[in-house]
């Protein structure tokens, strides 16, 4: 009963968005100097920051070291400024434990990792501004660091979460949306290929309707990649000039 | 491309802490704007609705106006209105729920010329909000911002008019722009609509209503109700299982006192309560009013209530009735309302002196509701002099915690008291009934049938339908008279000798395109109603009596189910859907028909398709007719013994009966034992319905509508196993075969209307038949009770109910699934359908009540007008079949009344019988027992009257102002009323109800003689009725159905 209306009867929803569109997606490559990759995406006013370092040698016990690959090590966290209330987030907590081990998921399935045995890939992700959508944010700022790092990867990872109100299926939910309480589906998606890295929903939904809203949630990834595919090929351009062939 | 902007706004929380909170806001360069004069249509996109080409400029209400006057700004005559979207968040954040719904329904309408521009989205109209500006104000200003970028958009060729109730706006921006006038309502009112007389007297109430409230607030004396707790708390107690949350229902004859709240869905498992929950008193009813979903706090065990098991009656509110209310039940109080359902109310404005006694404050007067169980409403209005003479009809603005009574305002006048059409239009609106006729724009989209322009049938739909004219004897098997067929049956001998049945119903969805004016028009009124002297058609007569309606002899597009039975056995083997094209041979009537199968060909004559033919081809194809008929009869009892042997029960057969007798308007038409083709053509009905349900289910299992009948509750059969015990009978209630067999032997030879009665109450403990969408209910419940069928549908009479309508368009759509092609039928979704169902649920119930009601009214008005000389009329024979503490209910069963009779009034006097049976009223006590009642007088004399005792009670009208009037009985004789005239009853008792409609449908007219022409049109509603009285039996039957299964609790008079 009580609530907001999340998509009007016209078909827009609470930010002026029709059900399918994105929100505004602005990212930069190589950010910092220092480390072997970095990436800054802006999915509206969601704002992760990305950093990775490797492949190099296993840092700590040898013994996790892989005889075939190499190992792929995220840490997810946020920033206490990142939500409307000021709090403090410990390292280590279970929901930063929980995103780290997606993302970890998600960059397995699309790194080459064959390619580096023995060796480590670190991937650190911070929020900025946490305003629905983290995991989708985190994976497309990574997959940008882990190309600006040059590291070998199967294709772009692009990701992008969906919902579902009133038989329309909704992509990229802001905050407002999630905190509404209906079933969130997040994807990463390999898109040349549409081949899935990583699926995940915690909410009932009906069987008849999945379908449709992995599609919508696809349909973004595809839009996703496209926006990611114009700024490496910009931040190449200008890296080439720079170096002045 | 999409422009993004911030909003910052700050919100305060729960803790008193300021939070700030930031949300995007994505603007576009082109949103819809629904004008037909938009230059770029492409770009704005303009789908679905479209302002009219027409008005002479547009309107656009300011927030304010939209808030307080949508109830004006739904007049249809109002055209070209232009909602912004900043109007309407307004009214979804401030007003709730309910009047945005409203706002919504509106918009959907497309009878409304309304539209909503989304300007917050549209790059040019939206301001941000600037530091320092007030909520009010910023909405205003944006509005207006948006008015002016219409003005331009539409290339300045229509004038915009945008109405505030802000005095500075109209200074500030009156004279700003060129072409957007900037005006208040009231003045916009005057200028534009000087002759909407409806919506000025509407919009001065509401003025009104509005002043008073606003001066109370100051006022806001002392608290008369608690405040009702806010929404999470109720949420999370309702989960927590400390609050339950229900349907308030107000006892009718206990409206002061007692109200019950209907347990909803799980709390009721949960608590593990089994009965409903009393709320004693309207302090703890907390201004909930019936009908409002509630959420009610248990009261702790020592301060249960019992219900009153006396008798009563609603003025005399004293609660002195001294007898002690029988063993307490659960009893609570409303903590917070969850949904109010406030409608459109009727009341009737106090006379002279009353509103004098009121005194204080002569602009508020108290007016009183036609249904007992709404509290009395406060009307500010000053016209309430001139209207103490009529029905009036207000809404409810609120009820402050401050105020005994609810405040409302007036809304239009319906009629004068006691005027037939006055008390017929109370009627209709009670039960939210609206039945404006077709409009132009609704007919002129229909085809047309005139002798100069026959219709035909098309050759496209020749081809694609299967042709049944030359190779099927169709007839039609109606009551005298009727008009509207809406079913024919065939049946046939196949080449391999197997038998074809065919049922043929008439094809109006070919008629009646989804989302089309008509459709959405029959959509709304759900059904055709049916009140005792009229009828209000779901679709207009052109199609309901000529071109869907299989008449004889001519052409007609169907939709037919044809199963192949096998020769000897009848068993079905395979079935057919499909539309196709028939020509109904026979238009036969019943009585014909059963003649016909009886041998006795007497009855040719009266059949005009035999009265041209010589003698030769009519003995053959009369032969050819009768073999049909007996067929049908063979196979129609093989079906039926098949669903009795099932676990089916006779239970409807029966029920039909006792129904006929109780709504005697049908009295006349069915004889007590009905012919067998009756239930011929019934069961072919069945079948056919059962079939279609199956098929739609199967094709679409979430989508499909069925009608379900849920077993009734045990407890509810109590006071009938009670009653059987008094005669010594044993009712066995476990199951639906087991209920129908021991109500067969429950047979007193000497007294028929003992098992009328036993059965009737059987028929009372019962819950509604209803329709449902399949994917919102296990399967398991898709079961129909009283026909002991897995799936059961309503398909046979699309020309009078909706949900047949919509059961077509699933079975083509069904049909094309089969064929695999392209589902062209836009289907309801789950969710549509479900709301769907509860419309038409909702509709059924309000089309028997008013049924009901307006039967009463034609009662009462037939004894209401009987003189003294007339008195041994109202002079009847009944049975008692219930006893409460101060008095019985009696059935009379000549007039088909149940009613309360006193054996104790209102001075505490008892009744008691003298040796010649004569009553009289003298001092005593009475005392109650299991069955029966004995009043003692202080003489010692004492009277005692058991169930199913005969009495003869006298018939009165007790004529009410501010109600209908009701009917009184009082007990005269303790013994049964002897008939001076042995021969009157029987023969009045069969055409009573019909001659009852006409005396008083006569007695209007000439009371209304003056004026001729309204006379007249009186008689053509009498020839009407008199087509209405002609539906096909079978359509009766399964009317009489769903009144046998509609909970007639309250009919029972306590």
């Known amino acids: 009963m009580a609530g907001l209306e999340l998509l009007s009867d016209q078909g827009y929803r609470i930010d002026g968005r029709r059900a399918g569109e994105l929100r505004k997606i602005q990212a930069r490559m190589g950010v910092f100097a220092q480390a072997d990759g970095s990436a800054y995406i802006e999915q509206g006013n969601t704002k992760a920051l990305a950093v990775v370092y490797g492949p190099h040698e296993i840092r700590g016990s040898r013994s996790r070291a892989l005889p075939d690959r190499a190992l792929v090590n995220c840490q997810y966290s946020s920033a206490t400024f990142s939500t409307g209330e000021r709090k403090r987030r410990p390292h280590g907590d279970r929901k930063s434990c929980e ?124 839009d996703v990649h496209t926006l990611l595919d114009r700024v490496v090929r910009q931040h190449v351009r200008e890296a080439s000039i720079l170096l002045g062939d | 491309m999409l422009q993004k902007r911030e909003k910052v706004l700050l919100l305060r929380t729960f803790q008193g802490r300021t939070l700030r909170i930031v949300r995007e806001h994505y603007l576009r360069p082109s949103v819809p704007c629904h004008s037909p004069l938009c230059p770029q249509p492409a770009a704005c996109r303009n789908d679905g609705k479209l302002l009219s080409a027409e008005v002479t400029h547009y309107v656009i209400p300011d927030w304010k106006v939209v808030q307080d006057y949508l109830e004006i700004l739904e007049f249809p005559e109002l055209q070209g209105v232009i909602f912004m979207q900043t109007a309407c968040q307004a009214v979804q954040h401030q007003r709730g729920w309910r009047q945005y719904n409203k706002l919504r329904n509106l918009l959907r309408d497309a009878r409304h010329d309304c539209v909503l521009f989304a300007n917050e989205f549209q790059q040019h109209c939206y301001v941000p909000r600037e530091k320092g500006e007030s909520m009010e104000k910023w909405q205003t200003r944006s509005i207006y911002n948006a008015a002016v970028w219409y003005y331009h958009h539409c290339l300045d060729r229509m004038p915009i008019v945008m109405v505030t109730e802000d005095e500075e706006a109209v200074q500030q921006y009156g004279s700003e722009t060129e072409g957007v006038f900037v005006i208040s309502f009231k003045n916009y009112l005057d200028n534009f609509w000087p002759d909407l007389k409806a919506a000025h007297e509407l919009c001065d109430s ?113 609660k002195a009735l001294g007898d002690a209310p029988s063993e307490p039940m659960p009893t609570g109080r409303v903590v917070g309302i969850l949904q109010k359902n406030w409608r459109d109310y009727v009341v009737t404005f106090p006379s002279k002196e009353e509103i004098q006694c009121q005194g204080r404050n002569a602009q508020k007067v108290l007016a009183t509701p036609w249904d007992y169980r709404i ?120 080449n391999n000798g197997n038998l074809e049945l065919g049922v043929h119903i008439a094809d109006v969805t070919h008629f009646v395109a989804p989302n089309s004016y008509i459709d959405i028009e029959a959509r709304t009124r759900a059904t055709t109603y049916y009140l005792a002297d009229r009828r209000y058609d779901m679709l207009p007569s052109i199609l309901s009596a000529d071109l869907c309606s299989l008449l004889g002899g001519v052409d007609r597009y169907a939709v037919s189910v044809m199963w192949e039975l096998d020769k000897s056995s009848y068993e079905i083997q395979k079935v057919w859907y499909g539309r196709t094209i028939i020509r109904s041979a026979y238009k036969l009537c019943y009585e014909a028909a059963q003649e016909l199968l009886e041998g006795n060909f007497s009855v040719v004559d009266d059949i005009p398709e035999f009265k041209d033919m010589d003698l030769e081809s009519r003995q053959a194809k009369l032969e050819e007719l009768v073999w049909a008929l007996g067929k049908l009869t063979d196979i129609a009892r093989h079906v039926r013994a098949k669903r009795d042997c099932c676990g089916a ?146 398909f046979t009479s699309p020309i009078r109910r909706y949900s047949d309508i919509v059961v077509h368009r699933l079975l083509m759509a069904a049909i094309s699934k089969d064929k695999e092609m392209e589902i062209t039928e836009n289907l309801f979704s789950n969710k549509d359908l479900e709301e769907l169902c509860r419309h038409i649920n909702n509709r059924n119930r309000a089309a028997q009540h008013s049924q009901k009601q307006s039967t009463e009214l034609f009662q009462c008005t037939y004894f ?21 503490t101060n008095g019985v209910l009696v059935f009379i069963p000549r007039f088909g009344i149940k009613g309360a009779a006193y054996l104790k009034n209102k001075d505490g006097l008892v009744i008691s019988c003298g040796p010649d049976s004569r009553s009289e009223w003298k001092p005593g006590s009475l005392h109650r027992f299991q069955n029966k009642i004995t009043s003692t007088t202080t003489g010692g004399e004492s009277t005692t009257l058991q169930l199913f005792d005969h009495v003869t009670v006298r018939i009165s009208v007790q004529a009410l102002r501010c109600h209908s009037d009701t009917i009184r009985l009082e007990i005269i004789s303790n013994k049964p009323y002897v008939t001076p005239n042995t021969e009157r009853p029987q023969q009045s008792s069969i055409v009573l109800k019909s001659e009852l409609v006409k005396e008083v449908t006569r007695s209007v007219e000439e009371a209304q003689l003056a004026q001729e022409v309204r006379a007249k049109a009186l008689q053509e509603e009498c020839e009407e009725y008199c087509q209405t009285k002609g539906r096909s039996l079978y359509t009766l039957l399964e009317e009489i159905r769903d009144l046998a299964l509609l909970d007639v609790s309250d009919s029972c008079g306590a």
């Not at chain 2, 709240?261 to 201004?287: C, F, P």
Request: aromatic share 6%; proline share 5%.
């Open chain 1, 99 to 222: 995103m780290g081990l997606q993302l970890r998921q998600t960059f397995e399935a699309a790194i080459l990792t064959q390619l580096h045995p023995r060796s480590q890939i670190d991937i650190y992700v911070q929020v900025l501004q946490a305003d629905g959508g983290t995991y989708a944010a985190c994976v497309n700022a990574a997959t940008l660091a882990v190309m600006d790092a040059g590291i070998p990867m199967r294709d772009f990872v692009c990701a992008c979460s969906a919902g579902f109100v009133d038989g329309t299926a909704l992509a990229d939910l802001s905050h407002v949306e999630e905190a509404a309480g209906g079933p969130q589906l997040a994807l990463a998606l390999l898109p040349a290929s549409g081949q899935i890295a990583l699926l995940e929903m915690d909410a009932r939904l009906h069987e008849d309707h999945l379908e449709q809203v992995l599609e919508a949630a696809a349909q973004a990834a595809r």
């Open chain 2, 206 to 318: 509401i003025l009104q209503s509005r002043r008073e409230r606003e001066s109370e607030n100051q006022e806001s004396h002392g608290k008369e109700y608690p405040e009702h707790l806010p929404l999470e708390v109720l949420e999370a107690g309702i989960k927590s299982g400390r609050y339950i949350q229900g349907t308030l229902n107000v006892n009718k004859h206990r409206a002061q006192i007692e109200a019950f709240v209907r347990l909803q869905g799980a709390s009721s498992k949960d608590s593990g309560l089994v009965s409903d929950i009393l709320i004693h008193g309207m302090k703890a009813r907390n201004r909930s009013i019936h009908g409002d979903v509630v959420v009610v706090e248990l009261l702790p065990k020592n301060e249960w209530k019992g219900r009153t098991a006396a008798l009563c009656e609603n003025e005399s509110e004293d």
């Open chain 2, 375 to 494: 509290p009395k409403i406060r009307i500010s209005t000053q016209q309430a002099e001139a209207l103490q003479d009529f029905r009036v009809v207000v809404r409810i603005d609120s009820w402050e915690s401050t105020s005994v009574y609810p405040n409302g305002h007036f809304v239009r006048v319906l009629g004068r008291i006691g005027d037939l059409e006055g008390e017929i239009a109370t009627i209709l609106v009670e039960n939210s009934i609206s039945v404006i006729p077709f409009s132009e724009a609704q007919m002129c989209k229909m085809p047309v049938n005139t002798p100069e322009n026959p219709w035909k049938v098309s050759p496209q739909e020749e081809q694609v339908r299967k042709d049944l004219r030359s190779t099927h004897l169709v007839f039609s098997i109606d009551p005298k008279g009727c008009e509207d067929v809406d079913d024919a049956l065939s049946v046939r001998t196949l």
């Open chain 2, 649 to 794: 029960l006779e239970l409807e057969g029966v029920e039909v009966r006792i129904q006929l007798d109780e709504k005697k308007n049908i009295h006349d038409l069915i004889p007590k034992q009905p012919l067998e083709v009756h239930e011929t053509v019934a069961e072919c009905m069945i079948l056919a319905n059962h079939w279609v349900a199956k098929k739609i289910w199967e094709s679409f299992p979430h989508q499909a509508l069925l009608r379900q009948h849920p077993p009734p509750h045990q407890e509810f059969f109590s006071e009938l196993r009670e009653c059987a015990k008094a005669k010594g009978f044993f009712i066995d209630t476990r199951s639906n075969k087991t209920l129908a067999d021991s109500l067969d032997k429950a047979n007193d030879p000497n007294d028929p209307v003992v098992n009328r009665l036993l059965r009737s109450m059987a028929t009372q403990a019962m819950s509604n038949a209803l329709y449902f969408s399949t994917g919102s209910c296990a399967e398991e419940e898709f079961h129909h009770y009283g026909l002991a069928l897995d799936k059961y549908t309503h």
């Open chain 2, 864 to 884: 209401k007008d009987k003189g003294p000389e007339m008195e041994e009329r109202c002079i009847a024979d009944g049975v008692i079949y219930s006893i409460r």
